[in-house]
């Protein structure tokens, strides 16, 4: 089993920057390969942000390239994300996700607002 524990969101004026952190809690044995973050605003469907794989090979949704950056700490197994340049269509619930080629494990989700 896994648990995920978000951290970092809140309300942020345009222009802002916020760091949201993902700390896995694993119980038994599950080797993470990737590690990413999705949002979902009101009324959308969930979106994937950004994902760094087990390599340190990273992916960004072209909305935040440039301005958001993953990172994560295989010894920490935890996952973080540096959002700067905040715009007010980056608010959302963020949601973190670890998974590996057999299974899948969502955060409860954080919010972040950007206000203009």
């Known amino acids: 089993q896994v648990r995920l524990v978000e951290s970092g969101g809140g309300l942020v004026q345009a222009g802002g920057s916020l760091r949201l952190s993902c700390a896995a809690s694993?119980?038994?044995?599950?080797?993470?390969?990737?590690m990413g973050w999705y949002r979902q605003a009101p009324g959308k469907q969930r979106e994937l942000v950004a994902s760094?794989?087990?390599?340190?090979?990273?992916n960004y949704a072209d909305p935040v390239k440039g301005r958001f950056t993953i990172s994560r700490d295989n010894a920490k197994n935890t996952v973080y994300l540096q959002m700067n340049s905040l715009k007010p269509e980056d608010t959302a619930v963020y949601y973190c996700?670890?998974?590996?080629?057999?299974?899948?494990?969502w955060g409860q989700g954080t919010q972040v607002t950007v206000s203009s």
């Open positions: 996700n670890v998974k590996n080629r057999w299974y899948s494990y």
């Open positions: 760094i794989t087990s390599g340190s090979t990273t």
């Open positions: 694993i119980s038994g044995f599950f080797s993470i390969d990737v």
